[in-house]
């Protein structure tokens, strides 16, 4: 997601993840996974633990990025 992630003006709609794992407040993450009956896919699902509203203070959560 870190591609679609507009820096200047975040756009949330296309990328939730990402902000998620980089907000200031995120110190914890969660993993976990599941296999269908006949052990031929595996689903992960990750979920990270933040605080506050998205969209009105992705700003002042989401650091600036570094150039590179």
């Not at 976990?32 to 009956?37: H, I, L």
């Amino acid at each position: 997601e870190v591609t679609y992630y507009n820096w200047k003006e975040p756009d949330l709609s296309v990328t939730n993840a990402f902000p998620k794992i980089i907000w200031k407040s995120s110190t914890k993450m969660g993993v976990g996974r599941a296999f269908t009956s006949d052990n031929r896919t595996m689903y992960i699902v990750i979920t990270y633990d933040w605080e506050g509203d998205m969209q009105e203070s992705a700003k002042e959560n989401v650091p600036l990025r570094c150039k590179d």
